[in-house]
């Protein structure tokens, strides 16, 4: 199931994290560099999601998201073996996912598959908040 390009989702447990800009490293398995699935491309603008009520690409039942947007950049998008990941690589990444051990279990509870479906494969992407000029 494809979503829009220029959204990216993150889980409703993640939303204060997004608001506060804390959040500016996400893992997705498999390769998720343009114009892969569900790819990005570095200065990509796009705007970050929160999921409400998650869906199913299995089933082609789509998520449905609250309405809270957060504009956002690509800073660096890359793939790697996700046993190559070294701690630098979790910095900007959810208190939750700190170490591969982490990583691996946060992945496999989302897409319900381990990694080795991805051949180890894993996408880091890093971003930045953009500010966005409030109206009276």
């Known amino acids: 199931m494809d979503l829009p390009r220029d959204e990216m989702a993150f889980r409703k447990r993640y939303q204060s994290l997004v608001e506060g800009e804390q959040l500016t490293t ?13 790819g990005y491309k570095p200065r990509e603008l796009i705007t ?4 409400e009520t998650p869906g199913s690409d299995e089933e082609k039942i789509p998520p449905l998201f609250n309405d809270i947007k957060v504009p956002i950049q690509i ?15 979790f910095q900007g990444s959810s208190p939750d996912v700190q170490n591969i051990e ?19 494969e894993i996408t880091r992407i890093v971003f930045n908040y953009l500010k966005v000029a409030k109206t009276a």
């Open 75 to 89: 800073v660096q998008i890359e793939t790697f073996n996700v046993y190559s990941l070294t701690n630098a690589h």
């Open 26 to 38: 996400v893992f997705r398995p498999g390769d998720r560099v343009f114009p892969n699935f569900r």
């Open 102 to 120: 982490e990583l691996l279990e946060h992945l496999e509870a989302i897409y319900s598959q381990p990694i080795s479906k991805f051949n180890d």
């Open 48 to 51: 970050a999601r929160i999921i």
